[in-house]
């Protein structure tokens, strides 16, 4: 949503500079002395260089949100690792005990024979 969010004001922010030049020039044209068209573009500035600040601050909520994302997804990942090893080191630790009792028993067997 934030990334959609900044895509549309950024739009917006470049859609206003186009519609300040073009009413600039007819300002101009329609014999506006500069100064009046000057202090008229610089209110409109002012709005400009506030939203882009608003951008700025949207972009690091966007890269905080990310970075977020990233140390969530690794930590994740992290225990998702660790539940598995601790599950192969029991499954071996199970067939260890197996083979062990196996050659107890082969062992004892072999006694039981003995003369």
Do not use: C, M
């Amino acid at each position: 949503v934030a990334i959609r969010q900044k895509g549309q004001i950024t739009k917006t922010i470049l859609a206003i500079s186009d519609l300040k030049q073009l009413i600039e020039e007819k300002k101009f044209i329609e014999g506006d002395s500069e100064e009046n068209v000057a202090a008229w573009g610089e209110s409109i500035e002012e709005n400009i260089a506030l939203a882009d600040e608003k951008v700025k601050q949207l972009n690091e909520y966007i890269q905080r949100l990310k970075a977020d994302k990233r140390q969530k997804e690794s930590a994740l990942e992290n225990e998702n690792k660790r539940l598995l090893d601790e599950e192969n080191y029991a499954r071996q630790q199970a067939f260890e005990k197996h083979e062990r009792d196996k050659q107890l028993a082969f062992e004892q067997e072999l006694y039981k024979q003995a003369p």
